[in-house]
């Protein structure tokens, strides 16, 4: 599926809302004898208890100031990155990025509310932050 995600016009950043990470429990969680630890119903944030160690870096492949950016960034080069296009060929970007490229997919616009690209997820304490860049002509 394409995005209709057009390229930023504006750097930008936002901590997305703390209802944007929030859980609730459908079920009771219970220990191995049965007693519940969590009622149905608990509402958590799962960045209370694990850490995202990895950001997420959207772009739009068939954009070359795009793919450039993700170069001269060194963002194909370093680990804890994740390239996930949003239009464009996943095995072409694998080719040129030489790695692994992931293509977006409704969910993870949605939760992270992505609006255009090139963007940047990662975790800020116990929120997430979405950062939005505008490429220069």
Do not use: C
């Amino acid at each position: 599926k394409k995005f209709g995600l057009g390229s930023a016009d504006s750097a930008q950043a936002a901590i997305l809302p703390l209802k944007y990470l929030e859980n609730e429990l459908k079920d009771d969680i219970k220990d191995s004898y049965g007693n519940v630890i969590y009622k149905k119903g608990f509402v958590f944030n799962p960045l209370h208890y694990i850490s995202m160690n990895d950001r997420y870096v959207f772009i739009d492949y068939t954009d070359k100031k795009q793919i450039e950016w993700v170069k001269k960034e060194k963002l194909n080069k370093d680990i804890t990155t994740r390239i996930i296009i949003t239009n464009g060929r996943v095995f072409d970007a694998m080719k040129e990025f030489e790695r692994e490229v992931f293509y977006a997919n409704d969910v993870l616009i949605d939760k992270f509310k992505i609006e255009a690209v090139p963007s940047m997820v990662e975790q800020e304490q116990d929120r997430i932050k979405v950062k939005q860049f505008k490429l220069k002509d």
